[in-house]
């Protein structure tokens, strides 16, 4: 079974970020892996491990990504393809899914996962829209997922606590949900290994993608409080002291 | 401006933010001199139509086959394509579901249009539509335009408008009209099977007035026990935010967020919680939000009552021994 994963790589957690016009200043903070396309990537591991097949990370975006297919290779995918584009921050979900498409239109595969949306624009849509763009059945926000005779059992989250168990057949593009798996760390044994393997690096331009933008982030900000908040300060204990007077008797909640 | 707004329900119930979304629509109606068609999908919704009808909406569009009867999104966007080919609206609107994120942006796309999805907001700057989303987990909004022609589509969180300000029909009732759809079973690839849900949980959040939720902050699993003592001395329950349950630190039924239980207690006390949007709309409803986090520009402050920027590890205990105290 041949997967493709697509991974993206997002400003770290904790990166104090400061905002350029409608993206932020990428000098001096940190990048990690998109952490849901973590638990794809990790799915699709387990999925070859009893399957066999290939494990292909995929990740778009300028220089600095190659770092987060490293490191999908280093938990134990076979190869990656990085499609360099230094502007991809401004690609539009519809548009950064066609160039994905085309990169994976190049590969035989029987599966393509994403993450079920990124941690920095947060769209959630490029699964959906590969699936669109590549003619394949889909399904999202995927919490369990069997592969038997050609076909899959799906475990679909829905709101509220509610599932459900869907039929899908192959080949096809997931959305996995964060959570469905407990994601690996890399083995050293691993990050060696992963010096050997190919990274295939190819551009948007020779991908001929042309995308007219049908959205456009005009600009990014700080969002405006709704509610004055009142901040407590002192030590800790004059701080724990202070709150338990408001709660009691100004909100009186407890 | 023509609006379409595409509601959502299943199993005989609505999802409650299709009301949400009329309110926006109605609002974007207001302010570009608009038309909205409400549109209800499935089979024999006639009861679901009938409701529609009752609010201020120009006509109520019901979209009925046997193929309908369970969501998938290959018969939804075969159907609704259809609708939006046959209606020609500027504008269509849905409630940002998880059964919207599963096909609407194709659904889009294969008009070859994009979406904005999961917005919180709108504007009308001179003849344009400003959407407002958030990025970057809520740390940033972010002002959206559409580019090109009509349709144009979008999505608005849960939340983002208030149900009840939605308003009634003025003139008793809004015509319903049955729109004619052509699908074959053979359109549809997936098969939907049977909706469940997990074994049933010990506890109900949504019932507990005093909640102490814990998120990335609390860092090992080990330390939870300290989150436990401040609950046991409030005399509250013990909830935490996704990644929590995600690492199987608490069971998922502990879950506040979209994903988990939407809960509205008297106090929220949040602690090393950054505030991601998908843990904030399952629980801004809460009477009194006081937020504990280190970070200062962590977004739970915009939410929040009363904040203390500081090390949870710090104020956790400090705060055990005065709620012991003042309930003495």
Known sequence: ?254 | MKILVITEQRQGKWNKTSFETLVAAQQIAEATSGTISAVVVGKGVSAFADELATKNVSEVLMVEHDLLENYTPDGYCTALKQIFESTKPDLVLFPHTYQVRDFAPKLAATLGKGMVGDCIGFRKEGDKLVFVRQMFQGKTAADVTFIGAAPWFASFQSGAFRADSLAAHLGGKAPVNTARVELKPEDIRTKPLELFKEAKSAVDLTQAPLIVAIGRGIKAPENIAQAEAVAKALGGEIAASRPICDEGWLPMERQIGSSGQTVAPKLYLALGISGAIQHVVGMKGSRTIVAVNKDQNAPIFEIADYGIVADIFEIMPALTDELQKAKG
């Not at chain 1, 593009?173 to 798996?181: A, F, K, T």
């Open chain 1, 1 to 254: 079974m041949n997967i493709i994963v697509c991974v993206k790589q997002v400003p770290a957690k904790d990166a104090p970020l400061s905002i350029a016009g409608n993206w932020i200043k990428e000098s001096d903070i940190g990048f990690e892996m998109n952490e849901p396309d973590s638990y794809a990537l990790e799915e699709a591991l387990r999925l070859k491990e009893k399957h066999g097949g290939e494990v292909i990370a995929l990740s778009l975006g300028p220089e600095r990504v190659k770092q987060t297919i490293k490191e999908a290779l280093a938990k134990g995918a076979d190869r990656g393809i990085h499609v360099v584009d230094d502007n991809f921050a401004q690609l539009d979900p519809l548009g950064a899914a066609k160039v994905l498409a085309a990169a994976i239109g190049k590969e035989k595969c029987d599966l393509v996962l994403t993450g079920l949306q990124s941690d920095d624009h947060g769209f959630g849509q490029t699964g959906v829209l590969l699936a669109g763009l590549l003619n394949l059945p889909h399904a999202t926000i995927i919490m369990q997922l069997d592969v038997h005779e050609g076909k899959m059992r799906l475990k679909r989250e829905l709101e509220a606590g509610w599932f459900q168990w869907i039929e899908c057949p192959l080949p096809a593009v997931l959305s996995i949900q964060s959570g469905i798996n407990k994601v690996r760390y890399a083995t050293l044994k691993g990050i060696m290994a992963a010096k050997k393997k190919e990274i295939a690096t190819i551009t948007r331009e020779s991908l001929g993608v042309t995308s007219e933008p049908t959205q456009k982030i005009e600009k990014i900000y700080v969002p405006t409080k709704t509610k004055k908040t009142e901040f407590l300060t002192g030590t800790p204990k004059e701080m724990a002291g202070k709150l338990v007077e408001k709660l009691k008797f100004e909100a009186r909640v407890i």
